[in-house]
């Protein structure tokens, strides 16, 4: 039996899994796609996530998980009234599949056991623990006391353990060769209504253009694109040579309550699947900082199923009014947001 089973290495899972497995408890990391993983991700790593690793994990980042530039300075908006506000602040620009493969082996070097390529199905609670069913070449069972998910929002262990259907939104970005004038250093958002259905973004990885819309439409992402184009051409003289990648994906619709969810009995959630996300997509740290206190709530309340989902609760409300004061804040500057006021 483990005494803790972790669904998804993503952020919150491996941040979990390493704060676990370093103080001696049994921990198995599962993994649904083969690792180093893909993610659709702008990659932009803020201050506040720099500084979560580096106290969690206590250590730097290594090369393999840069991009260049390496230095993010900060995040450049453009509101709906197209006024440009600058908000200087020191970040890192990293690939995500290379981050978060980092991030598991560091996992397994404090004592996780990593299993990619594996899916977690279902899990049923009794009275003493949790059986999980997992899935490889073949599915199978296994035990633990706990149970965290952290597997996106695109999970589905919690829509089967809560019955709910999430809100999504659906990201579109392509990566380019080519030039613009702006400076690669920051990343850009644009928040104007008829460029995105959400907002639209702009940022340089290894001197590939990325360029990308959010819908809650996905049958507009061809008519938004392609404005978001034209937008960039005629104000930033934007000059594709040739389009190499794209990708789509899904992300939490986030409400004007800002809702999240912690749990139910011996299954905690972490990350996107509790609903953490902070605008433009902004989620790694929100990951990072739930799955360290879902760890932490596992070990203070071991022997005590009956508290560790409020205690878990009680100690994300730092996080959770954070993640709010992001939103009321966008809603302030956009009237795009102004729901999230």
Not at 24 to 48: D, N
Not at 154 to 174: C, D, M, S, W
Request: proline share 4%; with cysteine.
């Amino acid at each position: 039996m483990y005494d803790v089973i972790i669904a998804g290495a993503g952020p919150a899972g491996c941040t979990a899994a390493k704060t676990l497995a370093e103080k001696g408890y049994k921990v198995l990391l599962a993994e649904k796609f083969k690792l180093p993983r893909y993610k659709s991700c702008s990659g932009q790593l803020i201050k506040k996530t720099v500084d979560l690793v580096r106290e969690y994990f206590s250590t730097e980042f290594p090369d393999q998980v840069m991009c260049t530039p390496t230095e993010n300075r900060g995040m450049i908006f453009t509101n709906d009234k197209g006024r440009e506000l600058r908000f200087e602040q020191p970040g890192l620009n990293v690939w995500r599949s290379s981050f978060d493969n980092w991030l598991a082996e560091k996992a397994s070097e404090y004592g996780a056991e990593v299993r990619d390529g594996t899916s977690v199905l279902s899990c049923e609670e009794s009275c003493d623990f949790v059986t999980v069913t997992l899935k490889a070449e073949k599915s199978y069972t296994e035990t633990a006391k706990y149970v965290i998910d952290c597997e996106g929002v695109v999970g589905a262990l919690k829509r089967k353990l809560l019955h709910n259907k999430p809100l999504y939104i659906t990201t579109f970005q392509t990566y380019n060769e080519g030039g613009i004038d702006l400076d690669p250093h920051y990343f850009y958002a644009y928040l104007q209504p008829f460029l995105s259905e959400y907002d639209a973004w702009f940022n340089v990885k290894d001197g590939l253009l990325v360029l990308g819309i959010a819908v809650k439409d996905s049958s507009r992402i061809t008519s938004y694109y392609q404005k978001f184009l034209d937008y960039m051409d005629e104000h930033h003289n934007l000059r594709i040579s040739k389009q190499l990648k794209t990708d789509k994906w899904l992300m939490p619709r986030i409400l004007p309550d800002c809702k999240t969810d912690c749990g139910v009995g011996r299954v905690l959630f972490a990350g996107e699947i509790a609903g953490f996300l902070n605008p433009m997509g902004e989620g790694i740290s929100a990951a990072i900082e739930s799955g360290f206190n879902a760890a932490q709530a596992v070990m203070k309340n071991f022997d005590s199923t009956q508290t560790v989902i409020s205690d878990y609760r009680e100690s994300l409300e730092p996080l959770h009014n954070y993640m709010k004061r992001q939103w009321h804040f966008v809603a302030g500057i956009a009237d795009t947001f102004g729901s999230m006021r």
